[in-house]
């Protein structure tokens, strides 16, 4: 597992791994050795041919990393995109639904999954949200399927410190990684869980890293990516790499899923993170806060 830089000081610029990457396809490490590529494509509320072509344009500039879910409705698309594209070695993660969870309901859920990419094994599937009273069970199925070669890792998304020490307590096999949403706006308010992933060896990806352009034109944002010469959705990619998450922007135009690839060319500045980390003011997507779940 690769060792992240423990940020104790807001002017710490850089995580270790992203010194030595070059592109979007590069890996990192999950536990057990399993290579996940450090920028993935998110299609979240894509649909039928949007889906397929956005794939395609990700996999044609660099992608190998592409993010869905059951609750995407979008599986098929992403397998049959994957497939048409001819490329080899395309990690691809999908996601457990909450009303799926549950120890038998986990194994069928997970095949329908399996079906729907049309892939013998799944790169890796998450628990998609910590549901109280069932997600301790549906982690021993993932476990199952872990050990039964089904898929090559497990981990979770939109768990907090409370919901992952829970977890850590009971496990067999800890989770590889916790995908949770995070930018310059959000990650001081979820520092405690970045730091616990990263003392326990998970691999943190950032979803909404481009805070679903809510933000992605703050006057902040903009200052950083003018002394770069860069897009704004490549200072906060950048920015992510640096405190050594894996950022899964969204996007389905061509040009902007090439952008948002092209964040290898230069590094940011202690100012420059120091400036952007002082952004933060707890945005969460709207629906999909975790802090209070039970």
Request: charged content about 20%.
């Given at each position: 597992?690769?060792?992240?830089?423990?940020?104790?000081?807001?002017?710490?610029?850089?995580?270790?791994?992203?010194?030595?990457?070059?592109?979007?396809?590069?890996?990192?490490?999950?536990?057990?050795?399993?290579?996940?590529?450090?920028?993935?494509?998110?299609?979240?509320?894509?649909?039928?041919?949007?889906?397929?072509?956005?794939?395609?344009?990700?996999?044609?500039?660099?992608?190998?990393?592409?993010?869905?879910?059951?609750?995407?409705?979008?599986?098929?698309?992403?397998?049959?995109?994957?497939?048409?594209?001819?490329?080899?070695?395309?990690?691809?993660?999908?996601?457990?639904?909450?009303?799926?969870?549950?120890?038998?309901?986990?194994?069928?859920?997970?095949?329908?999954?399996?079906?729907?990419?049309?892939?013998?094994?799944v790169d890796l599937f998450l628990m998609h949200w910590p549901v109280p009273g069932k997600?301790?069970?549906?982690?021993?199925?993932?476990?199952?399927?872990?050990?039964?070669?089904?898929?090559?890792?497990?981990?979770?998304?939109n768990f907090m410190a409370h919901h992952l020490d829970e977890l850590l307590g009971a496990?067999?096999?800890?989770?590889?990684?916790?995908?949770?949403?995070?930018?310059?706006?959000?990650?001081?308010?979820?520092?405690?869980?970045?730091?616990?992933?990263?003392?326990?060896?998970?691999?943190?990806?950032?979803?909404?890293?481009?805070?679903?352009?809510?933000?992605?034109?703050?006057?902040?944002?903009?200052?950083?990516?003018?002394?770069?010469?860069?897009?704004?959705?490549?200072?906060?990619?950048?920015?992510?790499?640096?405190?050594?998450?894996?950022?899964?922007?969204?996007?389905?135009?061509?040009?902007?899923?090439?952008?948002?690839?092209?964040?290898?060319?230069?590094?940011?500045?202690?100012?420059?993170?120091?400036?952007?980390?002082?952004?933060?003011?707890?945005?969460?997507?709207?629906?999909?806060?975790?802090?209070?779940?039970?």
């Open positions: 597992m690769t060792e992240f830089l423990r940020e104790d000081s807001p002017m710490s610029s850089r995580s270790p791994f992203v010194d030595g990457l070059s592109q979007a396809s590069d890996t990192i490490p999950l536990r057990g050795g399993v290579p996940m590529p450090v920028i993935g494509l998110g299609v979240f509320t894509m649909s039928g041919r949007d889906t397929q072509s956005a794939v395609a344009a990700a996999l044609k500039c660099g992608y190998r990393h592409v993010d869905t879910a059951s609750i995407y409705g979008n599986e098929a698309e992403v397998g049959s995109a994957v497939r048409r594209c001819g490329v080899a070695d395309v990690f691809v993660t999908t996601k457990l639904w909450n009303a799926d969870q549950g120890f038998g309901q986990t194994i069928s859920a997970f095949e329908r999954s399996r079906k729907r990419l049309d892939v013998d094994v997600r301790l069970d549906t982690w021993r199925a993932m476990e199952q399927l872990l050990d039964e070669g089904r898929v090559r890792a497990i981990g979770v998304s496990a067999v096999h800890p989770p590889a990684v916790n995908q949770i949403e995070l930018s310059p706006f959000s990650y001081g308010s979820r520092r405690d869980v970045v730091d616990l992933c990263q003392d326990a060896g998970i691999v943190v990806q950032a979803y909404s890293p481009l805070t679903k352009g809510a933000l992605l034109h703050d006057a902040a944002v903009s200052a950083v990516a003018g002394r770069h010469q860069r897009g704004n959705a490549q200072i906060l990619i950048r920015w992510a790499l640096q405190k050594g998450l894996v950022p899964l922007p969204r996007s389905g135009n061509p040009q902007r899923i090439a952008a948002n690839a092209d964040v290898f060319g230069f590094s940011l500045s202690e100012q420059d993170m120091a400036e952007l980390d002082a952004l933060d003011r707890g945005l969460v997507t709207p629906g999909w806060d975790p802090t209070q779940a039970p």
